[in-house]
């Protein structure tokens, strides 16, 4: 089970899902080697070995980067796993290098640097479903 963001490039005045125009092309992140090198810079320690599926390790979480074979490349999905809210730095780090904007796909919505809501509720319910109480008898 993961925390899915995905980093796309938007208009700078949108501040929300709701606020994108019905007809909005969000245009490329770039050239395939380009985003490889920009996530590179962003994110010196991720593992690019397989160049479609990155991943970035931390001391308490891992975070999949999946950037697909698409060339240009149109969007990057995060799958992130674990607890600490430093997994956000390296989130805003990769969206601030790419010029995008990162949408929480549980919450349906923008977030920002230092917005932790839909990450602690995603742990909250992770760990609500992964280890249910014991039946009482």
């Given at each position: ?12 005045n949108v501040t929300s899902v709701q606020e994108i125009p019905v ?75 790419l010029g995008c904007k990162v949408i929480d796909c549980a919450e ?28 009482q008898n």
């Amino acid at each position: 089970m993961s925390w899915d963001v995905l980093l796309l490039r938007l208009p700078d005045n949108v501040t929300s899902v709701q606020e994108i125009p019905v007809d909005h092309t969000s245009p490329p992140l770039g050239r395939l080697h380009d985003v490889l090198a920009a996530v590179a810079q962003a994110a010196p320690d991720a593992d690019l070995s397989d160049p479609t599926w990155g991943e970035l390790l931390g001391p308490t979480w891992s975070m999949e980067l999946n950037i697909g074979d698409e060339d240009p490349v149109d969007s990057i999905m995060l799958h992130i796993r674990g607890s600490g809210d430093d997994v956000l730095t390296p989130v805003f780090r990769l969206a601030e290098t790419l010029g995008c904007k990162v949408i929480d796909c549980a919450e349906g919505d923008l977030i920002t640097a230092g917005q932790t809501s839909g990450w602690h509720a995603f742990q909250q319910f992770r760990d609500r479903v992964s280890d249910p109480a014991e039946p009482q008898n």
